[in-house]
C-alpha cells in the first residue's frame, strides 16, 4: 500500500521558520518528480514548489520565491520543504504529492497544518 505521510507543520511565529518532511512507503518514488501543495481555509489548492526526480530542476510559487527550498533524499524516499521568512499568509494545510503520470499527481499525504501568527 503506497503511503506519503507529511511531518513538520506546526504554530510558528512570522519570520521564523518550519522544515517540512515528507516520507513515501510502499514504492520507492526516486524516479518520480515531487511537489508540494497547499490549501489555506476558502481558498483552492495551489502548488508550491515541485522538484524532479533526480533533484536538479526545482520550481517554486511566485509568493514563495526567495523563501521556500524544496529538496530530496532518494536514498529515504523523502522530500523536504524549508519555509524561511514565514508570512501570516503561509498560514495552511500542505500536502505532498507523487508525480505517476505526466499531468497528474497520483499519490498525496494527509497533509500538516502550518500556522504562522503575526
Known amino acids: 500500500q503506497v503511503q506519503l505521510v507529511e511531518s513538520g507543520g506546526g504554530l510558528v511565529q512570522a519570520g521564523g521558520s518550519l522544515r517540512l518532511s515528507c516520507t513515501a512507503s510502499g514504492r520507492t518514488f526516486s524516479r518520480y518528480a515531487m511537489a508540494w501543495f497547499r490549501q489555506a481555509p476558502g481558498k483552492e489548492r495551489e502548488l508550491v514548489a515541485d522538484i524532479s526526480w533526480s533533484g536538479d530542476v526545482t520550481n517554486y510559487a511566485d509568493s514563495v520565491k526567495g523563501r521556500f527550498t524544496i529538496s530530496r533524499d532518494n536514498a529515504k524516499n523523502t522530500v523536504y520543504l524549508q519555509m524561511n521568512s514565514l508570512k501570516p499568509e503561509d498560514t495552511a494545510v500542505y500536502s505532498c504529492?507523487?508525480?505517476?503520470?505526466?499531468?497528474?499527481?497520483?499519490?498525496w499525504g494527509q497533509g500538516t497544518q502550518v500556522t504562522v501568527s503575526s
Open positions: 504529492a507523487v508525480q505517476i503520470r505526466v499531468g497528474y499527481y497520483d499519490y
